[in-house]
Nanobody
Framework: VQLQASGGGAVQAGGSLRLSCAPS????????MAWYRQTPGQQREMVAS???????NYADSVKGRFTISRDIRRNTFALQMDSLKVEDTATYYC?????????WGEGTLVTVSS
């Protein structure tokens, strides 16, 4: 199963972007979904995660600004990013944890300028 992340782009500080992640097929046994980000030379870090029972978790740096959500009908999930900061600039990756393992999407680049 492939994950397709989209919605990245360039935005000014204070602006908003919405990332979306769409699996190519329904992933049976889905347990959780998450967004990560990575900048050159740095480790990939978890930004937001959501367990299928609804519990969410956010990195301290994005709390109150980012929201992870799931659209069960469309089999997609999203990351709404508001009040973006220059330090949010990174390549963002989506991930699904299932009973069969981890599924990662290709990254989508977010660039925030001052």
């Amino acid at each position: 199963v492939q994950l397709q992340a989209s919605g990245g782009g360039a935005v000014q500080a204070g602006g908003s972007l919405r990332l979306s992640c769409a699996p190519s097929a329904k992933i049976s046994g889905t347990r959780s979904m998450a967004w990560y980000r990575q900048t050159p030379g740095q480790q990939r870090e978890m930004v937001a995660s959501k367990v299928v029972n609804g519990i969410t978790n956010y990195a301290d740096s994005v709390k109150g600004r980012f929201t992870i959500s799931r659209d069960i009908r469309r089999n997609t999930f999203a990351l709404q990013m508001d009040s973006l900061k220059v330090e949010d600039t990174a390549t963002y990756y989506c991930k699904v944890n299932s009973a069969w393992g981890e599924h990662w999407g290709e990254g989508t680049l977010v660039t925030v300028s001052s």
